[in-house]
T-cell receptor, first 116, second 112 residues
Framework: DTEVTQTPKHLVMGMTNKKSLKCEQHMGHRAMYWYKQKAKKPPELMFVYSYEKLSINESVPSRFSPECPNSSLLNLHLHALQPEDSALYLC???????????????FGPGTRLTVT | AQSVSQHNHHVILSEAASLELGCNYSYGGTVNLFWYVQYPGQHLQLLLKYFSGDPLVKGIKGFEAEFIKSKFSFNLRKPSVQWSDTAEYFCAGRDNTGKLIFGQGTTLQVKP
């Protein structure tokens, strides 16, 4: 099973709302990632977790708050977002952060977020 | 700084035409390179990957790529495209922290 699942598929939220995105994988991967993707653009890395610890934060605004409750789950908590935060949010996982074969990233289908 | 660039931003082909999408990387050290595809409304899927060994890499759906170290290139090829190959294609390299460095992407449109 090489599947990364994400919920919800679509989310519409106001600028004062608090919501969360969820990502799950059961491949035993120890690295998990959040990306933001605008239409026709490559994914932009936001956060990386390695062994449930935050490893990389790409200077993401604090209105985005990641959480890794266990090795299979990754959440992204959203609060006081702006309309320009509307995008496709992708989760990915890999065996680890090391290089080499079998360490490629597997992507989930994404959550399409619209901020009104 | 490490970077990956894709030459073609938008490619239009007729079915059965041959495809070659360019990708160049600009970093040294251990080279891990990937091609991902994103079909309309779908998630990123790994087409193929290069880590070491044979520079000609075979992927899924009839795609292949050739790693040419002297040219810092990793071009994607397919001998005969189909309408179903219409998608966004991303070349990516992996840096030594595990981050993927993506190219800007190429939109491929195949006309039936």
């Amino acid at each position: 099973d090489t599947e990364v699942t994400q919920t919800p598929k679509h989310l519409v939220m106001g600028m004062t709302n608090k919501k969360s995105l969820k990502c799950e994988q059961h491949m035993g991967h120890r690295a998990m990632y959040w990306y933001k993707q605008k239409a026709k653009k490559p994914p932009e890395l936001m956060f990386v977790y390695s062994y449930e610890k935050l490893s990389i934060n790409e200077s993401v605004p604090s209105r985005f708050s990641p959480e890794c409750p266990n090795s299979s789950l990754l959440n992204l908590h959203l609060h006081a977002l702006q309309p320009e935060d509307s995008a496709l949010y992708l989760c990915a996982s890999s065996r680890g952060l090391a290089g080499g074969p079998h360490y490629e990233q597997y992507f989930g289908p994404g959550t399409r977020l619209t901020v009104t | 700084a490490q970077s990956v660039s894709q030459h073609n931003h938008h490619v239009i082909l007729s079915e059965a035409a041959s495809l070659e999408l360019g990708c160049n990387y600009s970093y040294g050290g251990t080279v891990n390179l990937f091609w991902y595809v994103q079909y309309p409304g779908q998630h990123l899927q790994l087409l193929l990957k290069y880590f070491s060994g044979d520079p000609l890499v075979k992927g899924i759906k009839g795609f292949e790529a050739e790693f040419i170290k002297s040219k810092f290139s990793f071009n994607l090829r397919k001998p005969s495209v189909q309408w179903s190959d219409t998608a966004e294609y991303f070349c990516a390299g992996r840096d030594n922290t595990g981050k993927l460095i993506f190219g800007q992407g190429t939109t491929l449109q195949v006309k039936p």
